[in-house]
């Protein structure tokens, strides 16, 4: 049976691997999927459903039946049982509900075989932090995007500005900072790059550059060239 091909875009928030990986997919007219999105959905959708981060079956419960989909030609658009919540799921205080549930292992067992099952024709580019570790180890390309706490900081001040909302920087480089220790120490699938990972520091790299030299790899690696 074939297997098909997977490419895994991997690192912590603010690096710019959601922007690389919806990109990549969009080149390729390949599936995508955004797991860290899985985990905030579950998130808010158990919080509210009235579930508690301490309610185990309850959150694995509802993380088996939630219907999730990723359209990366509406700029990342995401579908829960028919309705958009993207802008919802991309709140700072989602994220932090993510990592919280992210360290559950029973949640992260139930939501496994969800995002291997992403898998599909003609191929799949997957975003998270454990997509070259754990969902997908056999994928033919990985990439680990990393950048310094405060450079991603200081991207995240500059969105949320951008758009209106009121926030402190310093606040924000402190919850990067307090996600960062969650997720490389926690005892499930940690936060690290694939032995065989392509490491690539995005601190002073545009999102152009980082795309053109992912570009680079995927055509060297798998004579991918994107439509």
């Known amino acids: 049976m074939r297997v098909e091909t997977v490419i895994t875009v991997d690192g912590p928030s603010g690096t710019g691997k959601g922007t690389l990986a919806q990109r990549l997919a969009r080149h390729l007219g390949w599936h995508f999927l955004d797991s860290g999105a899985l985990y905030r959905i579950t998130a808010l959708g158990t919080e509210a459903a009235g579930i508690a981060p301490t309610d185990t079956a309850g959150l694995c419960a509802f993380a088996a ?6 359209a990366t030609r509406f700029a ?7 309705a958009e919540i993207s802008d919802q799921v991309r709140l700072e205080e989602s994220g932090a509900k993510a990592s919280i549930v992210a360290a559950i292992p029973e949640l992260r067992a139930a ?3 969800r995002q291997r ?3 599909q024709p003609p191929g799949l580019i997957a975003d998270g932090r454990d997509m070259g570790t754990v969902v997908f180890p056999d994928a033919a390309l990985k990439f680990y995007l990393t950048a310094s706490a405060e450079e991603r900081a200081h991207r995240r001040y500059k969105q949320l500005i951008n758009k209106g909302v009121d926030v402190s920087l310093r606040s924000l480089l402190r919850d990067i900072q307090a996600r960062d220790e969650r997720d490389s120490t926690r005892a499930v699938a940690p936060l690290r790059p694939a032995e065989d990972a392509i490491i690539v520091d995005t601190d002073t790299l545009t999102a152009d550059a980082v ?4 570009c680079q790899h995927v055509d060297a690696r798998l004579g991918l060239r994107g439509a």
């Open 117 to 119: 099952d992403f898998r």
């Open 65 to 70: 039946r939630m219907d999730v989909a990723f």
């Open 76 to 82: 990342g658009s995401i579908v829960l049982d028919g």
């Open 211 to 214: 795309f053109a030299l992912a």
């Open 111 to 113: 939501l496994l075989q």
